[in-house]
């Protein structure tokens, strides 16, 4: 749920411009607090009922990508498209210090859940489709941009996965997409609850 496939040529340039540079995550908590905070909050925890990501935590390598993604204007979000634009954002050392910044930061506490009757089929749709790219613990990758979505916001999550279904987020594996459509929206409620409850 949310690899990326053969990803433009374009956003891999600039992936490797940011990993050629020295991370400085003293600088990117300031960046992230002067660009990011006012959505995501100043701990990067996101809000599940505005549907806004926790960042807080998250796989440094996916930041990276998915930034650069914004930034090349490869990967939608209009809000996110304001944020890299900007001088002190869209530049390969900005993207790779709020990386190591948000990587070690503490993940939100208190995501927001569903009901909690489907979690023994959520956890067993996720074991069987998805632990082996996320990690049995949905934690993610460190030498892949692969997203941790443990403890990411079940609202969240939800969008995420009927975007995949319905092929509007692109530079994802064909497998994800036809998985994530065959999803009914009970098994999507059931996986996108089980998945807001684990911790990192």
């Not at 599940?48 to 996916?62: C, F, H, S, T």
Request: glycine share 10%.
């Amino acid at each position: 749920m949310g690899i990326a496939s053969a990803e433009p040529a374009v956003v891999g340039n600039l992936v490797a411009r940011v990993m050629a540079t020295t991370p400085d995550g003293q600088h990117g908590q300031v960046l992230f607090l002067k660009r990011c905070a006012r959505c995501h909050g100043v701990e990067g925890w996101g809000n599940g009922i505005k549907e806004i990501p926790a960042v807080a935590g998250q796989r440094d390598l996916y930041i990276i990508s998915q930034l650069a993604a914004f930034e090349t204007l490869e990967r939608n979000g209009s809000a996110m498209h304001r944020a890299t634009q900007t001088a002190d954002i869209g530049n390969p050392q900005a993207i790779r210090d709020l990386a190591a910044f948000l990587s070690k930061a503490s993940p939100a506490p208190n995501p927001d859940h569903g009901d909690g009757r489907k979690l023994a089929t959520g956890e067993k749709m996720f074991q069987s489709q998805c632990a082996l790219c996320h990690g049995a613990h949905a934690e993610g990758s460190p030498d892949e941009p692969i997203p941790s979505l443990a403890g990411q916001h079940y609202s969240y999550i939800m969008v995420q996965l009927k975007s995949f279904a319905e092929g509007h987020r692109g530079q994802v594996e064909p497998p994800v997409i036809d998985f994530t459509a065959g999803l009914s929206v009970d098994q999507r409620q059931a996986i996108a609850d089980y998945l807001s409850r684990l911790q990192k």
